[in-house]
């Protein structure tokens, strides 16, 4: 008789605890270096804290009842909670305000490696901070946690989530319908289906080729001169971030044209994390510059979450990797 | 060329894509010649059956892969970028029964359920849901013409390009799900990294 645990769940034995818990602290000391203090909220919040939020994907996949009748949900991530501890315990703080979090959240994927139903993430938000500053801030701290995690060949996908609904804007592309299919179909990955979405249209051959060009625009700083036009301020802003970082960051950015808002809050800029040793992002980031308003604190704000199962595969695939 | 790792499907997609990679400057002399071998380091590809390509590329194993819409339909939640419509392969999924009086639509008219079989078990179902019909979906591995000669399903849902196999089964076309070709996919961070090579390969076969 073995008694199971519920499936996309696992226990952690001493030998890979302590190297989570090596790797943790390292990035632990960047965020506190930083100036961003860590804080915990409940893992159980009330259905209509997450609801707020409006996400597309990566709502909450698992509910309870309390004791009341109230529906309780398991938080599927850190910044919605967050967002909701500023505007109530620091409604009246001056900003910026910086916290970390080392926290776990839930969600229904479907289990294999590196995706877990409840998964540890580790990350920062910045309230109060415009782009392109806060922006800048918040990958800095991100290139230092990766740096002190013991990561060598990681890159930062940097796109933005307002550039593509900006350019079928310009191109005039209103229908509602049509827009929701072509958004999903970048969200899928999908340039086959992009492609036909695109060629109904009915627009001339160069804007039809901008929409498919501009998902597949990936690389360093030189992706970015030869846009203009519709891409001009999407990409102007990217520019004004990327001016910020010291050489040592910006070295490890990629513009990444292509970046969609997988999470329905992300209003700017969007990054990812990469590593060549492993097949799957490793962390996620961007601006919610609306989503402190949905709590009552209207406040620009910035952060990402760092998927600390997936960094711990990318460091060992690296070690592995590596020629002694 | 290397520095790309390509999931090739062995099957029915195998020959036109090792012409294809040929074309694109892939030698692949060693792996025709060679049935037993699966991976050709210095070819950089890896041979597989084709639903198992996402698999290997969604994990990263392979940085491309080259597979049927078919399987991609049915395996759906993976997360690939399917970049090119490669324009062979062409086959169509379809849901067939025996000639004559459609045994499904009298099952489903009777019973209120039809038995319908199937290598393609969630393209059914979605199908079956979005037209509102009820559908018991049996899931078999082989032969799926044999079900309804049986009595083990109504019906069928299942991949046919000259409908050679359905007709000499006594079986007829009711329905077509959808139309499926040769399909190139790519590991999503590969994407990203290894822009160069993949964006290098795109354009020779936008020139091919």
């Known amino acids: ?324 | 060329m290397n520095e790309l790792r390509i999931a090739v499907p062995r099957g029915a997609l195998f020959r036109e894509t090792l012409d294809l990679l040929d074309r694109l400057g892939v030698n692949t002399a060693e792996v025709r010649s060679n049935d037993r071998k699966l991976l050709f380091e210095h070819a950089g590809i890896i041979t597989m059956r084709p639903s198992d390509v996402p698999t290997y590329v969604e994990a990263g194993a392979a940085d491309l892969g080259i597979t049927g819409k078919d399987v991609l339909l049915e395996q759906s939640e993976r997360e690939l970028y399917e970049l090119v419509d490669l324009g062979y392969g062409h086959c169509t999924m379809v849901l067939a029964t025996v000639d004559g009086e459609d045994p499904a639509a009298e099952a489903l008219r009777r019973l209120g359920v039809m038995r319908i079989a199937t290598k393609y078990p969630r393209v059914a179902t979605r199908h079956f849901l979005e037209t509102g019909r009820q559908a018991e979906i049996v899931e078999v591995r082989g032969s799926v013409e044999l079900a309804p000669l049986t009595g083990l399903a109504e019906g069928i849902v299942d991949l046919t390009a000259s409908g050679a196999t359905l007709r000499e089964n006594g079986l007829v076309v009711r329905e077509e799900l959808a139309r499926s070709t040769a399909r190139l996919i790519a590991n999503p961070v590969s994407h990203k990294l290894k822009a160069k090579a993949i964006d290098t390969l795109l354009e020779r076969l936008d020139a091919v």
């Open chain 1, 1 to 324: 008789m073995v008694d199971r645990i519920p499936s996309g769940t696992r226990d952690v034995l001493p030998d890979e605890m302590r190297e989570l818990r090596a790797m943790t602290d390292r990035v632990r000391a960047v965020f506190e270096h930083a100036g961003y203090g860590e804080v915990y909220t409940p893992a159980l919040e009330y259905e209509a804290t997450f609801a707020r939020a409006h996400m597309d994907s990566g709502r909450p996949a698992y509910r309870v009842f309390d004791e009341h009748g109230n529906v309780l949900v398991l938080r599927s991530d850190m910044t919605v909670p967050i967002a909701r501890l500023v505007a109530t315990r620091y409604h009246e703080a001056e900003p910026p305000l910086r916290f970390c979090y080392f926290a776990h959240a839930y969600r229904g994927v479907r289990p294999q490696r590196g995706q877990s139903r409840e998964f540890l993430q580790a990350g920062i938000e910045l309230i109060g901070a415009e782009s392109p500053e806060g922006t800048a801030e918040v990958l800095t701290v991100l290139c230092n946690a990766l740096d002190a995690a013991g990561l060598q060949t990681y890159r930062v996908g940097l796109g933005d989530a307002s550039l593509y609904p900006a350019l079928l804007d310009r191109l005039d592309v209103q229908d509602a319908e049509h827009r929701e299919r072509i958004l999903t179909e970048l969200v899928d990955g999908d340039f086959v289906g992009l492609q036909h979405e695109v060629t109904g249209l009915g627009l001339s051959p160069d804007d039809a080729a901008l929409l498919l060009e501009v998902p597949q625009t990936r690389g360093g700083p030189e992706v970015l001169q030869s846009l203009s036009g519709p891409l001009e301020h999407a990409v102007t802003g990217m520019r004004a971030v990327h001016a910020l970082l010291a050489p040592n960051v910006a070295e490890r950015i990629i513009f990444d044209l292509g970046l969609v808002r997988s999470l329905g809050y992300y209003t700017g800029a969007i990054f990812q994390v990469y590593d060549p040793a492993y097949g799957v992002p490793i962390g996620i980031g961007g601006r919610y510059d609306e989503l402190l308003g949905q709590f009552g604190r209207p406040l620009p704000a910035v952060g990402f979450a760092l998927n600390v199962e997936r960094l711990h595969i990318a460091l060992t695939s690296e070690e592995q990797g590596r020629p002694e």
